[in-house]
């Protein structure tokens, strides 16, 4: 449904986003993560037709969207970070306006107003002014008037930014409730939420893809370590080179905190040591104050990711 | 071309319900009140809207832009300008929706002033040649210099600076003619038929001539060319 290839975007002398490549198929819903300035507004921005690539192309259902901008253009719906709002109309009014641009016909804006309001939830609003809504209502106008023209591609820049708790798990329902032919391309950096609604991750850091994956692989597969925290009452020099020494540890931190000692132990993947650390231990005659697998979370791979140093 | 009309509407119907327009509406009836009573009170006045039409056009230099200054100035700054131009309407579309609502708010004003010369008619026995004449210029160039604002909100997010920018090209184009004199040979002469002035004066004396019309539907032709092209550029930057 996307084809986007070779994108980059130049900001007089800076590099916005540099060779990025990937493709969103029908139906799938993209996310774009990343830290603030990474360059995930800049993408949405081109995909959207808004402004053109330095370099590279874009496709939207086989339209370039900068040679046949119009007709990629019809196929998209677009809620920007800032949610774009004409404050000074109605709700009703306003997405009236927004069908017309579309190029619905009124009859179409009719049939459809209603099923948008109830779907974001505004039938208590429909006559009040913009201006009057609290954030995260006029979040649910910006979503209404994206969706209003039922768009093949639904391109959302960071749609749950601003607005209270109750209200993101509300917009997170509606964007997964969005129907599986609406292909969706999500920006953000709250990663719960990208592993909660995407079928994909794209990590974008500095302008570059640093990682592709589903949430899932990601968290798990990416590292093929598996990680075990054990907290052991005994001289830290003498616990450590015996750790080592089990079979499927590669490698062993040992952090002092205080009189407690606690080793982070990096296994190979698919190996269970719990049972022969715990032995080791208490051959050695040490007390075993603690003993847990630790998975790596995704904050943890993004930041590993995105950050040069190690964790 | 629906969008056009969409975009028109909407504009027309903020036009009518902003309190900035009703205050340019205000200033505008106040002070042509005054430039029509001004020769009222001679000892022989003469029944005509010369005097009305000479003040107008002075004021326009800063009525125009305050019409004008929003169209796009306060959509690149709400951020909608993002949704207009991501939206399937062509450029020239949105320039020209926009245009025709400032259009219609201004010969809504025009419509009001008709008022002095119904009084005219009504009391005494003016020549209409050069009130219709008058109307005809006095409409032209309201056209000519809302183009001219148009230009200057499609190049900012900041709508003072519009205003601005806009009552600066309509002083430069009034002043024209006498910036002329210093210029010597064929530019002093283009400088001197670039100036609106000339232009309209022959209107006012009941004069029509085609050179006068071309002059001001180049004039809206150039600046609303200008500023499609000015918000195209805007997807480059």
């Known amino acids: 449904m996307i084809q986007a290839d070779g994108l980059t ?3 007089g002398p800076y590099p916005a986003i540099q060779d990025v490549n990937f493709g969103v198929r029908k139906g799938e819903i993209l996310g774009f993560l990343g830290p603030n300035g990474a360059g995930k507004t800049t993408t949405m921005r081109i995909i959207t037709g808004f402004m053109p690539p330095t370099r ?3 496709t939207l259902d086989g339209y370039d969207v900068v ?3 119009l007709q990629a253009r019809r196929r998209v719906g677009y809620l920007p970070e800032t949610v774009p709002l004409y404050t000074d109309m109605s709700v009703n009014g306003y997405l009236k306006y927004m069908g017309t641009l579309r190029g619905m016909s009124p009859t179409f804006i009719k049939a459809r107003l209603g099923e948008v309001i109830d779907v974001c939830r505004l039938g208590d609003y429909r006559k009040t002014q913009i201006g009057k809504l609290s954030k995260g209502f006029r979040q649910r106008v910006g979503i209404a008037q994206a969706i209003l023209h039922e768009p093949q591609v639904l391109v959302l820049d960071e749609p749950t930014i601003g ?3 109750i209200q993101v798990v509300e917009t997170r329902r509606l964007i997964k409730d969005l129907g599986s032919d609406q292909t969706v391309v999500l920006s953000s950096h709250i990663l719960p939420e990208v592993s909660m609604l995407c079928d994909r991750v794209l990590i974008i850091n500095e302008g570059r893809i640093v990682a592709e994956d589903t949430p899932k692989n990601l968290a798990e597969g990416l590292q093929g370590v598996e990680r075990l925290e054990v907290e052991v009452g005994g001289p830290a020099a003498e616990v450590l080179p015996v750790l080592k020494a089990i079979r499927g540890v590669n490698d062993v931190k040992h952090v002092n905190d205080d009189g407690r000692h606690t080793y982070t132990i990096q296994a190979q993947a698919g190996q269970d040591l719990r049972d022969v650390i715990s032995q080791e231990v208490i051959n050695h005659g040490w007390s075993l104050r603690g003993l847990q697998m630790v998975g790596m979370s995704l904050e943890e791979i993004f930041l590993r990711l995105t950050t040069h140093e190690e964790l | 071309m629906r969008t056009a009309q969409a975009v028109a509407w909407k504009e027309i119907q903020i036009y009518f319900s902003s309190p900035t327009a009703y205050i340019v509406g205000l200033i505008f009836l106040a002070l042509t009140g005054i430039f029509f009573t ?4 001679d000892p022989f006045p003469e029944a005509t809207l010369e005097p009305f039409f000479e003040g107008t056009i002075i004021m326009f230099i800063l009525l125009a832009p305050a019409l004008t200054m929003r169209l796009l100035a306060e959509e690149s700054k709400l951020g909608t300008l993002e949704l207009l131009l991501t939206s399937p309407v062509r450029d020239w579309e949105i320039i020209i929706g926009k245009y025709v609502a400032s259009l219609v708010f201004f010969l809504a004003l025009v419509a009001l002033s008709f008022f002095y010369a119904i009084l005219l008619f009504w009391f005494a026995n003016p020549d209409p040649g050069p009130i219709y004449a008058g109307y005809l210029g006095f409409i032209l160039y309201g056209s000519a210099a809302l183009a001219v604002g148009l230009l200057a909100s499609t190049m900012t997010s900041n709508q003072i600076v519009s205003a601005v920018v806009a009552m600066g090209i309509l002083l430069a184009l009034f002043f024209a003619d006498r910036a002329s ?12 038929e670039m100036g609106v002035r000339g232009h309209f004066d022959d209107f006012s004396r009941g004069v029509i001539d085609t050179t006068n019309i071309v002059y001001f539907l180049s004039v809206i032709a150039f600046f609303l060319f200008l500023s499609i092209r000015t918000l195209e550029s805007r997807r480059w930057r």
């Not at chain 2, 001004?38 to 009170?41: H, I, V």
């Not at chain 2, 004199?181 to 001197?192: Q, T």
């Open chain 1, 67 to 69: 040679e046949q901008s």
């Open chain 1, 163 to 165: 607005i209270d708790p």
């Open chain 2, 181 to 192: 004199g210093s210029v010597n040979g064929l530019a002093g002469e283009i400088i001197g």
């Open chain 2, 38 to 41: 001004r020769d009222l009170g």
């Open chain 1, 56 to 58: 590279g192309t874009v």
């Open chain 1, 9 to 11: 975007h130049y900001y």
